[in-house]
T-cell receptor, first 113, second 114 residues
């Protein structure tokens, strides 16, 4: 069974802290994605990666960075968390060779106080 | 640029009634289209997808969708809604065939009345 896991379901951090959100997939997918989801705004793409060590900015990359050192793991980094980064963060993976369907993790609800 | 529009932000239907959620896309070539569902506090789950062939696509949980090229639409339907269908629904189109990047609509929240 296909699986995408995220390191935390709920996370509370203080303003200015460095925050790591981890995502792991077990499907050998080459593509991985980070989204944030806010009420009324749908899913907005932050960053994506189409290969190890490769990354591209999505629609809202400001304030975020990513790391992909291994094919199965894609990390989202908030260098200095701010209250406007309080959101639901969703990770997904896909393979270009099989329909582009994205498989999603359960999400991390991050609160920055 | 590719885009997806879901005109209805919120829909309420009675249990047992039929359902249609609208999705319009903007894409130059033949689109690859998806419908996802998100239950409260959960990730997204694929309901169905369209790539080519039969324009009426069957999905999980009794859902179907019809691709209409002339109307640039991919509406989701269910003949009889169950209370467990209350969720948020997202339509998406493949924005890049190189990276698999998807373009999502803003979502439609479905409420089901008993």
């Amino acid at each position: 069974d296909v699986k995408v896991t995220q390191s935390s379901r709920y996370l509370v951090k203080r303003t200015g802290e460095k925050v790591f959100l981890e995502c792991v997939q077990d499907m050998d997918h080459e593509n991985m994605f980070w989204y944030r989801q806010d009420p009324g705004l749908g899913l907005r793409l932050i960053y994506f990666s189409y290969d190890v060590k490769m990354k591209e900015k999505g629609d809202i990359p400001e304030g975020y960075s990513v790391s992909r050192e291994k094919k199965e793991r894609f990390s989202l980094i908030l260098e200095s968390a701010s209250t406007n980064q309080t959101s639901m963060y969703l990770c997904a993976s896909s393979t270009t060779w099989d329909s582009y369907e994205q498989y999603f993790g359960p999400g991390t609800r991050l609160t920055v106080t | 640029a590719q885009s997806v529009t879901q005109p209805d932000i919120h829909i309420t239907v009675s249990e047992g009634a039929s359902l249609e959620l609208r999705c319009n896309y903007s894409y130059g070539a033949t689109p690859y289209l998806f419908w996802y569902v998100q239950s409260p506090g959960q990730g997204l789950q694929l309901l169905l997808k369209y790539f080519s062939g039969d324009t009426l696509v069957q999905g999980i949980k009794g859902f179907e969708a019809e691709f209409k090229r002339s109307q640039s639409s991919f509406n989701l339907r269910k003949p009889s809604v169950h209370w467990s269908d209350a969720a948020e629904y997202f339509c998406a189109v493949v924005g890049s065939s190189n990276t698999g990047k998807l373009i999502f609509g803003q979502g439609t929240t479905l409420q089901v009345k008993p």
